[in-house]
């Protein structure tokens, strides 16, 4: 029995090795697979990868190596997108539900930075049961603030390097004589570009580190339009604001915008090859060129201006410099006043109608002076440098650049403006920059249309030169020679520019100005006012021209006010009499609408409006008071015209006369017209308050028949200063009083 177990098992023995012997045995691919991937499920990752790149062709099968890889990139996957939820989950406070994640990453990818960090992460959270503000602030920072504070300083690179480059690109796009655009077009063409170049900064780092969308052939599409479009409305932008045929001019400009347009298309449309993104790149490029080309146009075409005055030597004259730049300002403001002479207005407005804000002068110092040259090379919107030489006492050179490129040059001297000679040296200097002013005002005019208003059509710098020194009471000396040297200056600056309408107004107020009131022909002077003012350009302005009209204010007081100094010297039966008074009223009735009606923009001109209006309103009521209408009746004569005390000597001076012309009516008692005289002499007491209102007051025919009155005669005196008594002084050098006479 034994010996047959034993036989049985010995068959069965035999089965097994026979079968055994019959199994092909692993391969070394799958083996190494197998050890691999044992490492995957334990989370090794980097170990299993080495595994299955190790296997070679000559090792067997390797596509058990390929499934391996692709597991190994899955798990990697899912282990990030693991850590991905784990942050959120602790933003949103479910500590842990976080912890579950990175455990989970961790499992599958146990060389995991991020999931470690946010274990740690979550560790450190769990210590501090509630968030402190520190913690809060550490998260808004590394969450919010990092990327914002990244984004924000790569926008504001981006942008200053293409405000720079812009302004680099105005002196080949912008010709040193072009005219600039209306005001309107220059504005929406510079607000176009800037919106160009603001977009172009801010898209291209927040598209590298957001990435908002995933580009396809519709952003492509949209893109090539919004290109095409752009470049038709800027092309039209150009052609709309060159006047006449000055579209040549800009030829540079519009062939760029061809260019930059054709290229941004031809890339995104031709380009197959290229990848969506690489084409919407393209014309991303595109419209920021678009948008420098713009930027450039506008900036180039600025009133922005900066001057500097040098020395011989070099040395910026700090003082010389802030007197040009109140100079180009205020240029032609400091004139005489006195409103019944010649001059008509309380005041005066400057030639000049740059802004202040457009002007600025160059600091003094080297080394400051050199860095804000710097500056203000690489600044697109300050557009003209002025830059003035003091060669000495008598001569002075100035050059205007534009856009970094010579525009003008001028080197005058005193002798060339037949100035006086002048032992002042300081007012001498003075004299050079104000040419040197009126120099760059009548250049900047030739190609900024709206300052050729308020020269009044003066095209020649010197003429405006001439005009403004022989119109300013510091600018010349006070001496017996002004009003020849005036006379001299002004007929000099109308010989230089026949088309300076306010110099040859100003020459011949000039030659009325000091004559005395018993020397006027009060007629001819009229007349010759409004001879001129018919025939000049200054009557065919529009209400719309603010320019022109502080000028045309003077003009219309003068020739009211001296028609009416004419009929009341001119007889009752003279056969202009009746004519006289309708000058004087129609001059009168539109500065009055002039005054009164019409609503101005410029400051300058409201101010003037404002003065000069109980002025008009004034002189209307004399002439009504003259013409003997109903507004001048019994209740006129019975009290003041006017409520309340004079505003101004000027006003009360004006007060004075009305009272005069209404005691001249027929239809008024002895104690009515009595009682005007008094009114006259009370609103006189507040008008002379200087010997030369007195002169005046004597000679104006206005008050003639005052002249016999004492209270008049005692007001108009003219008190002429004594000369200073000599001090008598003792023996000893007392005082007289103090020295006691002493009899013998």
């Not at 200056?489 to 109308?494: I, N, Q, S």
Request: hydrophobic share 45%; aromatic share 6%; charged share 20%.
């Amino acid at each position: 029995m034994w010996r047959r177990l034993v036989r049985a098992l010995a068959l069965v023995v035999l089965l097994l090795t026979t079968t055994l012997a019959a199994v092909p045995a692993d391969t070394v691919a799958e083996q190494t697979c197998k050890s691999a991937d044992g490492h995957l499920r334990a989370g090794s990752l980097d170990r299993a990868k080495k595994l299955y790149e190790s296997v070679r062709a000559s090792d067997g099968d390797q596509q058990c190596a390929v499934d391996g890889l692709r597991l190994v990139a899955e798990a990697r996957q899912d282990a990030a997108e693991l850590v991905t939820a784990g942050q959120l989950l602790i933003r949103s406070g479910d500590l842990n539900g976080a912890e579950d994640k990175f455990d989970a990453a961790l499992h599958r990818d146990a060389a995991s930075v991020a999931a470690g960090a946010g274990i740690a992460r979550v560790a450190d959270l769990k210590s501090h049961p509630l968030p402190t503000a520190l913690s809060q602030g550490d998260r808004f920072y590394r969450d919010w603030g990092l990327p914002l504070g990244r984004l924000l300083l790569l926008i504001a690179i981006g942008g200053s390097v293409l405000y720079a480059f812009a302004g680099l690109s105005s002196r080949w796009l912008v010709k040193v004589d072009v005219v600039v655009w209306p005001k309107r077009i220059r504005h929406i063409t510079g607000s176009l570009g800037a919106l160009l170049l603001f977009a172009a900064a801010v898209m291209a780092p927040l598209f590298a580190m957001f990435s908002p969308f995933t580009p396809t052939w519709t952003q492509c599409r949209i893109g090539v339009l919004v290109l095409a479009v752009v470049c038709l409305g800027a092309a039209a932008l150009v052609l709309c604001g060159a006047r006449s045929d000055a579209w040549k001019q800009w030829r540079a400009l519009l062939l760029a915008l061809g260019i930059v347009t054709l290229a941004g298309i031809l890339s995104v449309l031709l380009a197959s090859a290229l990848s969506y993104d690489v084409r919407l790149m393209f014309v991303h490029i595109a419209l920021s060129a678009v948008g420098v080309l713009l930027t450039a146009a506008a900036f180039g075409q600025n009133l922005r201006l900066q001057v500097e005055v040098q020395q011989p030597d070099g040395n910026v004259n700090a003082a010389s410099s802030e007197y040009l730049l109140a100079r180009m300002k205020g240029l032609g403001t400091e004139t005489p006043q006195s409103l019944h002479k010649t001059t008509s207005t309380p005041g005066s407005t400057p030639l000049s109608q740059i802004p202040v804000e457009e002007l600025s002068v160059l600091p003094a110092g080297k080394i400051v002076g050199t860095l804000t040259r710097l500056f203000f090379a690489l600044r697109p919107d300050l557009t003209w440098r002025a830059r003035v030489t003091l060669v000495d006492d008598d001569r002075l050179a100035a050059a205007l650049s534009r856009n970094g490129q010579h525009a003008a040059s001028a080197v005058f001297s005193r002798p060339d403006l037949t100035l006086p000679e002048d032992d002042d040296k300081d007012r001498a200097k003075a004299q050079m920059l104000t040419g040197a002013a009126a120099f760059i005002l009548v250049q900047l005019s030739a190609v900024h249309k709206e300052l050729r208003d308020g020269l009044y059509g003066a095209s020649h710098w010197k003429s405006v030169a001439l005009q403004v020194i022989a119109s300013s009471k510091s600018l010349l000396a006070a001496d017996e020679n002004r009003v020849a040297t005036q006379v001299k200056l002004f007929a000099k600056a109308v010989n230089e520019d026949p088309g300076n309408e306010l110099a040859r107004f100003e020459c011949l107020w000039a030659a009325y100005e000091y004559m005395p009131y018993a020397e006027t022909d009060f007629g001819a002077f009229a007349r010759a006012i409004d001879r001129q003012y018919d025939s000049l350009e200054i009557s065919k302005t529009r209400d719309d021209q603010e320019g022109w009209m502080p000028l045309k204010i003077r003009i219309l007081y003068n020739s009211a006010t001296q028609w009416l100094n004419a009929y009341i010297n001119a007889s009752s039966t003279s056969m202009d009499h009746a004519a006289m008074l309708n000058s004087a009223r129609k001059s009168a009735g539109e500065l009055d609408r002039l005054c009164g009606e019409v609503s101005w923009k410029g400051k300058e001109l409201q101010r003037q409006q404002t003065v000069m209006r109980p002025h008009a309103r004034n002189l209307v009521a004399c002439l009504d008071a003259l013409h003997g209408s109903t507004e001048a009746g019994e209740n006129t004569a019975a009290q003041h015209p006017h409520e309340g005390a004079p505003a101004s000597p000027r006003l009360a001076y004006d007060h004075a006369c009305l009272h005069m012309f209404i005691a001249r009516r027929r239809d008024l008692g002895e104690e009515a017209r009595q009682q005007q005289w008094g009114y006259a002499i009370e609103d006189l007491r507040h008008a002379l308050v200087t010997e030369d209102n007195k002169k005046d007051a004597q000679g104006d025919p206005c008050f003639a028949e005052l002249r016999s009155n004492s209270d008049f005669q005692e007001l108009v005196r003219i008190r002429r200063p004594r000369p200073p008594r000599r001090r008598q002084t003792g023996p000893h050098g007392e005082p007289r009083s103090a020295y006691v006479v002493r009899r013998y």
